[in-house]
């Protein structure tokens, strides 16, 4: 503590010295630079990426934030996002005016661009820590045992004829709003609140998927978020899973249980679709398991019409009325927000995921069939493809 004598004097305060403030001007870089150095050693070592951050590290700093988030029922990353679009540009103008004031703006400038370079720094630091390095993590199809080879034509057919053939046999027992389109009984908060119950169910064929019970957060002006083409974003700063509830709601269903993906450690975007297929599939709620198979059906058409349409014309003919109409019930509600904005979107996603290491970019959504694939086709050698299908005509009755 200092005394009153010594402020009094001066005696308390010392001047930084020449190297300290030559440190805080130049050093600014090191922590990106660490973070992104690291990002590309950790893409060469998987298994020590696995071993080390996904599974220790990752979870020990990404648990307690979580844990304190999701207390709240609200969207943060939301809160946060209104408030910097509502008063920044205004903070930036007082300032703006206040610093044109002083004489000694150019000093007070540079130190304001120097501690805005050590927080973006610091800031990406971070997002590596709870999301970057476990695009590095080893590929989902090694740690659950999944062939990844090549696959025939056929392989591609059959598991779609699957996925269809089990999607219109759920859907005759799903319930329908009044346009005749999928709809579900209860609110889309406690839709949120079930989604996790699916990760629990796998988790005891998947101990990785094991992990707490975290909130996902309903983003409340989802209708204007549309106009992004976003249905859902993982905020890594709070570790906190937001979805979009203006979509139709098998929509909103899959991309929870694709957030929650994310939350567990899971960043690719191809690995977290098709956790959200396999943990739809387990979800004791049959409206999971109808909305994770439609995404995986429509998924794997789009992957056959662009090999062999002839294929995919016969494939969609298997698509009863209930689902073609839930299908036209997405694309019009998605064709009212296209537009400048969803394309600029979708480019910044693609630069995003690019800059982490997938460089399909946006693309890269579409290799969730490959692991689909090789899931079916597993199942169909060892004799689970059958049991699956009781499992699912049970859930439909």
Wanted: glycine residues 4%.
């Amino acid at each position: 503590m200092m005394s009153r004598r010594q402020s009094l004097s001066g005696e308390g305060s010392r001047p930084r010295s020449p190297v300290c403030i030559w440190a805080g001007r130049l050093l600014w870089p090191l922590p990106a630079l660490f973070a992104w150095l690291a990002q590309r050693w950790l893409a060469e070592n998987p298994a020590f990426t696995e071993t080390i951050h996904a599974r220790y590290i990752f979870r020990w700093l990404s648990r307690p934030i979580a844990a304190a988030t999701s207390l709240l029922p609200f969207s943060i990353t939301e809160l946060l996002a209104a408030a910097a679009v509502l008063f920044l540009p205004l903070l930036l103008l007082i300032w703006l005016i206040r610093l044109f004031r002083r004489p000694d703006r150019l000093n007070r400038a540079g130190r304001l661009l120097r501690r805005a370079a050590w927080t973006a720094s610091l800031l990406y630091l971070v997002f590596m820590l709870l999301h970057g390095f476990n695009y590095a993590r080893q590929p989902l199809a090694v740690m659950m045992d999944l062939p990844s080879e090549a696959r025939p034509l056929e392989d591609l057919t059959d598991t779609t004829a699957w996925l269809i053939d089990q999607t219109v046999r759920l859907r005759e027992s799903r319930a329908e709003n009044e346009e005749g389109s999928f709809a579900y009984q209860v609110s889309r908060r406690d839709m949120l609140k079930k989604a996790a119950d699916g990760y629990a169910a796998a988790a005891y064929d998947y101990p990785l998927l094991s992990g707490p019970n975290v909130r996902p957060k309903p983003v409340q002006l989802s209708h204007y978020w549309s106009y992004t083409g976003i249905t859902g974003m993982y905020f890594p700063f709070l570790v906190e899973a937001n979805v979009n509830i203006d979509t139709p709601p098998d929509q909103i269903m899959f991309t929870t249980l694709h957030e929650i993906a994310h939350l567990r450690g899971f960043a690719r975007e191809d690995e977290a679709n098709f956790l959200a297929f396999i943990t739809g599939l387990y979800h004791p709620d049959a409206d999971f398991t109808y909305a994770a198979l439609l995404s995986a059906s429509v998924h794997c058409l789009n992957a056959v019409y662009r090999l062999d349409p002839a294929q995919h014309a016969e494939l969609a003919s298997r698509l009863s009325d209930p689902v073609r109409r839930d299908l036209t019930a997405r694309s019009l509600y998605w064709k009212q927000f296209e537009g400048p904005v969803q394309t600029a979107s979708t480019k910044v996603n693609h630069a995003y995921l690019q800059a982490n290491l997938q460089t399909d970019g946006v693309h890269s959504y579409g290799r969730m069939v490959d692991l689909v694939i090789a899931w079916h086709r597993q199942a169909a050698d060892n004799g689970a493809l059958a049991e699956w299908q009781d499992r699912l005509a049970a859930a439909g009755d």
